[in-house]
């Protein structure tokens, strides 16, 4: 203890020097303080204790803390002093802050501790800022760990801190951009949202995405096909992060782009309106308290409306959640003031698309029918029906599942403008949701809490809360 008690009155004695004085970084200081922060921090890191991928949550699983943190927290202290003291000078820095150390600083990233991520996210930004000839180098290792994380391990700790680099990064890049970064977009970026923990990163990940298109809109269009294509198929709480972040690129959308996507974009949107999960389906009707996107609707009206009308009609009368019902009338509402006479013609449609249905099904049934006539003159047909029992109309039974029922004579769609303004929420009523707030609750563990590790994180001040934008970089 003694001696650790000098290691630390040591290094805060340094903090301190190096903070105040001025003309103290000789060309003789920077070996002996860039080896000192690397044979202090570069380390073999612990096996993992926390599960892996969507089985890590948050909420219930705490982080493992480094034992030795007091006196890493001041090394790194130290170095961050270092790197932005006015006396240094990356040309002299740059003998030792080298590939290799690079390569090992981000190794390190992995840690489970989030205090050590928070620093080194910082180390790594001031040493990206500071090392022009450096960037290059730096991107295509931070590259790597995503290749790794998504096709290889799926385990990866510090990838939300990568993330948050990377957009600070982004936003600082020169125009237009260079085929490094589209690429970088669509193989790296969209891949990742294919990830099981998705939950770990995605703010991160969404403004990433969010940065790129408002540097060149022409990515819009890969960008929402490219989500589309990795799309959860029965995921619901991924696929309420997928409609927030599709809501975010909406936000930022050039109207000559939507023109291109908006087809499979509203497709996929009908689906997730009459999603049985009530979250997905009212994530998406929180689409209708967008402005912008509602005046991209009435613009693309003739396109969108037939598209939407059938999911949003049907869903209105045989959802089991009452306040999608409302929802969905305030959106049938919308949509008849953008355009009352296509609106009818949707209703029509609808109706006679229904009627058909019905014919359709009918005939399916007179089909089976012919079948089994068919199947009962042949000889072994006692023989069958012995083994399998009596199987009249189970197949076509089946089949009529796989078919919503055809309407009757007193079900036959009748919209007015009366009925959708008795049933419509009070659009000031309905309650809007922050696209990054929205949620799903979860169970909180009922196993004790460590208060150790609850206090230290408590106590533990963040370095550098906001990354400062680079401006200009390769």
């Not at 570069?42 to 803390?65: C, H, I, K, Q």
């Not at 996210?121 to 450096?134: D, N």
Request: negative net charge; hydrophobic residues 40%.
């Amino acid at each position: 203890m003694k001696y650790k008690e000098v290691k630390r009155a040591a290094l805060n004695e340094l903090i301190d020097y190096v903070s105040t004085c001025r003309d103290v970084i000789t060309e003789n200081v920077y070996p002996e303080a860039i080896n000192m922060f690397a044979l202090n921090l570069f380390r073999p890191l612990s096996p993992p204790t926390n599960p892996v991928g969507a089985e890590f949550d948050p909420d219930e699983d705490e982080p493992t803390l480094e034992a030795a943190w007091p006196h890493l927290q001041l090394v790194y202290e130290f170095f961050l002093r270092f790197l932005e003291s006015p006396d240094f000078q990356s040309s002299v820095a740059k003998k030792y802050i080298d590939h290799q150390f690079m390569l090992r600083l981000l190794m390190i990233m992995d840690s489970e501790d989030p205090r050590e991520r928070d620093f080194l996210k910082t180390t790594l930004h001031r040493i990206y800022g500071k090392f022009l000839g450096m960037r290059a180098y730096i991107r295509k290792q931070i590259n790597n760990i995503f290749y790794c994380f998504i096709y290889e391990t799926e385990r990866h700790n510090g990838i939300a801190e990568l993330l948050e680099i990377l957009g600070s990064i982004i936003n600082g890049f020169a125009l237009p951009l260079k085929e490094e970064h589209r690429t970088f977009l669509l193989r790296v970026l969209l891949p990742l949202h294919k990830v099981k923990s998705l939950s770990t990163y995605h703010p991160q990940l969404a403004y990433c995405v969010v940065q790129f298109l408002e540097k060149d809109p022409s990515l819009t269009e890969p960008v929402i096909l490219g989500l589309l294509k990795f799309w959860p198929k029965i995921h619901s709480p991924k696929e309420v992060m997928f409609l927030n972040e599709l809501e975010e690129v909406l936000d930022v959308i050039e109207p000559v782009e939507f023109q291109k996507v908006m087809v499979p974009l509203f497709t996929q949107l009908a689906r997730c309106v009459s999603s049985p999960h009530f979250q997905v389906a009212e994530r998406a009707l929180y689409y209708w308290n967008n402005e912008y996107v509602m005046s991209l609707i009435g613009e693309n009206a003739t396109v969108i409306l037939p598209i939407m009308f059938p999911a949003l009609y049907k869903n209105s009368k045989s959802h089991w959640n009452k306040t999608i019902h409302g929802l969905i009338y305030n959106a049938l509402k919308l949509l008849m003031e953008i355009n009352q006479k296509l609106f009818d013609e949707c209703s029509q449609n609808y109706a006679k698309e229904r009627s058909m249905e019905k014919i359709r099904q009918e005939e399916k049934e007179r089909k089976w029918e012919l079948i089994e006539q068919t199947a009962r003159k042949n000889p072994k047909y006692c023989e069958v029906r012995a083994v399998f029992g009596d199987v009249n109309g189970i197949t076509c039974g089946m089949d009529a599942l796989s078919i919503s029922k055809a309407p009757t004579e007193e079900e036959t769609v009748q919209l007015s403008k009366e009925e959708i303004m008795r049933n419509t929420l009070n659009r000031e009523n309905v309650e809007k949701v922050n696209q990054r707030d929205v949620g799903f609750t979860q169970k909180l563990s009922e196993l004790p809490p460590d208060r150790q590790t609850e206090k230290a994180l408590e106590e533990y001040k963040r370095h550098d809360a906001y990354l400062r934008k680079l401006g200009n970089t390769e």
